[in-house]
């Protein structure tokens, strides 16, 4: 895998539909604690829902020509805050505080004691997602590093190392069932590796190292500079990319459109594929196949087209959805313009 050449994917979550999740108060947070009064939807009937409006991203995926598929995220209120507050050791009823990556205070899982995965978390949204449809299938989960840098520690003493290694050890058994239970890739998100380049050299990498130890299927890692709706302006490279060469991943996701990052860093990482983000989501107007296919080039100036897969910067959540469907078939076609180009 990838066996067709320039695989068309998502980095992660699709937006959410209207009826299903508060818009207009997602739009001021990504949150790190639970925050059910997101949900429109009841609890009654909310997982109904949440599997209804699932199959819509699954369908506009298909409908887009995307070739290897995730779940939307749809469950989730954001990328990280499901799966961190699944886990033992957090009190859910009284939250902690960091600072998120603009330096703003942030309610996050506060950890009160051992950071243990009881029960799988996303094993059922792999199997639902498996379920319907038939093509290749991607699931993400928040990393260890980023879970352990947006978390208030109550328990270890400030020992960063030991806290990240615990939500490490979680990460890999659920990367394990999420292989065991079908899926074709398993995504770490680990935006703060950007964000804290020197924690991340300090003990990110041993994290996530445990993380991927003995892992048996294609991972990705992904590294970002956040969500443009939230971090305004980007830098022209990444602080910290070169480093995850020297990890077990066999993807690294990265984002090269809005930021026009210059790609040949990526000949520093000879051993790993790319997922290369060729759409601005800080645009709302959607691309041209043309310009899609222009940054698709930029990156085949450095790194083969074998190890190249075509996706967005970076999660679509905060899009309108008729602008995220718009931007994945442009995205499609301009990696279909590619591969013809390349015969």
């Known amino acids: 895998m990838p066996e067709k050449l320039l695989p068309v994917t998502m980095v992660g979550s699709y937006p959410q539909p209207d009826w299903l999740i508060d818009k207009d108060m997602l739009s001021k947070m990504v949150p790190r604690a639970l925050e059910k009064s997101l949900w429109r939807v009841p609890e009654p009937l909310l997982e109904e829902a949440q599997n209804d409006a699932t199959l ?8 887009a020509g995307l070739d290897i598929l995730t779940d939307g995220e749809i469950r989730r209120e954001s990328y990280f805050n499901r799966f961190a507050n699944a886990l033992e050791g957090v009190d859910l009823e009284h939250p902690g505080e960091a600072l998120n990556r603009v330096g703003k205070p942030s309610l996050v899982p506060r950890v009160t004691s051992p950071i243990r995965r009881g ?5 059922s949204s792999l199997e639902f997602l498996r379920q319907h449809t038939d093509r290749q299938v991607k699931i993400t989960i928040p990393g260890p590093f980023t879970m352990s840098t947006l978390a208030q520690d109550d328990y270890y003493g400030g020992d960063k190392l030991a806290i990240a290694m615990d939500y490490a050890v979680a990460v890999n058994e659920e990367i394990r069932a999420l292989f065991a239970a079908g899926a074709d890739v398993v995504q770490v998100d680990e935006p703060y590796m950007q964000a804290q380049p020197e924690l991340a050299r300090e003990y990110g990498i041993a994290a ?6 003995g892992v048996q299927g294609t991972t ?4 970002c500079f956040g969500y443009p709706q939230f971090v305004k302006g980007r830098p022209s490279g990444y602080s910290f990319l070169p480093e995850l060469e020297n990890t077990p991943c066999h993807q690294v996701s990265i984002e090269t459109a809005q930021s026009k990052l210059d790609c040949a ?12 983000g060729v759409l601005d989501l800080s645009d709302p107007a959607v691309e041209s196949p043309e310009t899609v ?3 698709i080039r930029r990156a085949l ?9 075509v996706a967005p910067d970076c999660g679509m959540k905060y899009l309108p959805r008729e602008v995220a469907f718009g931007k994945l078939r442009a995205m499609a076609e ?3 313009m590619v591969r013809n180009e390349l015969g």
């Open 56 to 63: 819509l991203a699954i369908r506009d995926q298909e409908r």
């Open 119 to 123: 029960a799988p978390v996303e094993v």
């Open 208 to 213: 996530l190292n445990r993380a991927l130890e």
């Open 220 to 223: 990705c890692v992904h590294i």
């Open 265 to 276: 860093v990526l000949k520093e990482l000879p051993s790993k594929s790319f997922l290369v």
């Open 293 to 295: 296919a222009a940054r």
């Open 301 to 309: 100036e450095h790194i083969p087209p074998e190890r190249v897969i």
């Open 334 to 336: 301009g990696a279909a």
